[in-house]
């Protein structure tokens, strides 16, 4: 009887023992979600439904989307930090929810490359430095000068800490001066530099590309050092001489830290897999972004050399923003 009893024993702490290694092995075998903080119909919405789309043809899997904005998106990700680490509860964050986030508001409860495992990027793009399409400066040498010998006109419009940094970068490497004038959003701040109330603004391509083409602000320069495909003709702040303005946004998908290996492991080749597909990646460039798809570790790297560079320039210009 003795026997009988040790062999039950060992043999129940086997089942034991591989149970959560045969439910790795059969991962997926039920219900994705992927949480999104922002409502439905914007940018990172429709990155999560394209990109879960095919995250379901490709695991056989039914994913579903769930949108749960606030607070710049800081509520959903505080909640999908909490979720279970099992591989089935994602998160579509972008960077001003996360890097900037984490740079400006020392009481977050969520980190976003120790509370999450950064799977891969899905898209990025360049900002645009956009100001009044009568504006006597050509170029951003002659708006910097302007700006110096017009400090008492010089403001900027604003609607998120993402576009106040990039401005507050601006003005630290070219020496501009500029006060900061808050919009709800990106389309009211051009609204105000259509109407002459702002001087510039330091916007997202999706609102400002219609505007610039169609002659109603005009567009000096584009962050970083590529120029965009849908304003070639618009130098990048590299070629202006300003290298160091490379301010983007970019939006990812992230699982809880502690999920493990094997399941974060598929969940990168699934993905990158998934954003590498010829029809995402038309979609995603048809909506004047740069497609990702790099690896976990690449994200990673980019993220923590975001929030130490957005940390620099809010300490530099003696930036405080509310939480």
């Known amino acids: 009887m003795i026997a009988n009893a040790r062999r039950w024993l060992v ?10 290694a045969h439910a790795q092995g059969d991962y997926p075998n039920r219900t994705i979600r992927i949480i999104v903080g922002f409502a439905a119909g914007g940018g990172n919405d429709i990155f999560a439904r394209l990109v879960g789309a095919k995250l379901q043809e490709l695991t056989g899997q039914t994913v579903i989307i769930e949108n749960k904005p606030g607070a710049g998106a800081r509520l959903a990700n505080e909640y999908a930090a909490n979720q279970p680490a099992d591989g089935y509860t994602l998160l579509v964050a972008a960077s001003g929810g996360m890097s ?10 969520f980190h976003p490359t120790k509370s999450f495992v950064p799977l891969t990027m899905i898209a990025n793009f360049p900002l645009i430095l956009a100001i009044p399409a009568n504006h006597p400066a050509q170029d951003v040498k002659e708006l910097v000068a302007w700006m110096k010998a017009n400090p008492d006109k010089s403001n900027y419009a604003t609607s998120s800490p993402a576009f106040t940094i990039a ?4 003005k630290l490497k070219t020496g501009a001066p500029g006060q900061a004038i808050p919009y709800k959003s990106s389309g009211e701040s051009l609204v105000s530099v259509v109407g002459g109330q702002t001087l510039l603004t330091i916007a997202d391509g999706p609102p400002t590309v219609p505007l610039v083409k169609g002659g109603q602000v005009k567009a000096l320069a584009v962050t970083g050092s590529a120029r965009s495909a849908e304003l070639p003709d618009v130098p990048s702040m590299a070629e202006a001489g300003l290298p160091e303005v490379n301010t983007g946004l970019w939006s990812g998908l992230f699982v809880q830290a502690a999920t493990p290996a094997p399941i974060v492991k598929k969940l990168e080749e699934t993905l990158r897999r998934a954003i590498a597909d010829p029809e995402v990646s038309a979609k ?32 530099a210009a003696k930036l405080e923003f509310k939480e």
Do not use: H, Q, W
């Open 11 to 20: 043999f129940a702490l086997a089942v034991f023992v591989s149970a959560p």
């Open 100 to 109: 900037i986030a984490s740079a400006i508001y020392p009481k977050l409860a």
């Open 167 to 170: 401005t507050e970068l601006f």
């Open 284 to 315: 995603l460039k048809a909506m004047a972004v740069n497609p990702g798809g790099n690896s976990s570790e690449e994200f990673r790297a980019m993220i923590d050399a975001d929030i130490k560079t957005t940390a620099e320039v809010v300490k």
